[in-house]
């Protein structure tokens, strides 16, 4: 599923304009990225969280050479899905 798809079926559940169901949906991601961006978790009840990580600096290898490179810090994002969304995906 697309972004389009997504305002697509917003459009056509909530009786909005297409151009009000993009903004609606921009709107969610903004402030879902937004949040992330502050290392803030979010949680949907039903759905899952998603959370920012801190990874420490660490040595790795260059798997084409063998040599020893560092590998900076980053952040990174986790996603867990809920119990309801695992039981949905897998009842058959």
């Given at each position: 599923?697309?972004?389009?798809?997504l305002?697509?079926?917003?459009y056509?559940?909530?009786?909005?304009s297409?151009?009000?169901?993009a903004?609606?949906?921009?709107?969610?991601?903004?402030?879902?990225?937004?949040?992330?961006?502050k290392?803030?978790?979010?949680?949907?009840?039903?759905f899952?969280?998603?959370v920012v990580?801190?990874k420490d600096?660490?040595r790795?290898?260059?798997?084409?050479?063998?040599?020893?490179?560092?590998?900076t810090?980053?952040r990174?994002?986790?996603?867990?899905?809920?119990q309801?969304?695992?039981?949905?995906?897998?009842?058959?």
């Amino acid at each position: 599923m697309t972004k389009a798809d997504l305002i697509e079926n917003v459009y056509l559940k909530t009786g909005f304009s297409k151009k009000e169901s993009a903004e609606i949906v921009e709107m969610v991601f903004d402030l879902i990225k937004t949040t992330l961006e502050k290392g803030e978790k979010i949680k949907i009840a039903g759905f899952g969280n998603f959370v920012v990580k801190e990874k420490d600096s660490r040595r790795g290898r260059n798997p084409q050479t063998g040599d020893e490179i560092e590998i900076t810090s980053r952040r990174i994002l986790t996603f867990k899905p809920s119990q309801v969304l695992k039981a949905s995906i897998n009842t058959d």
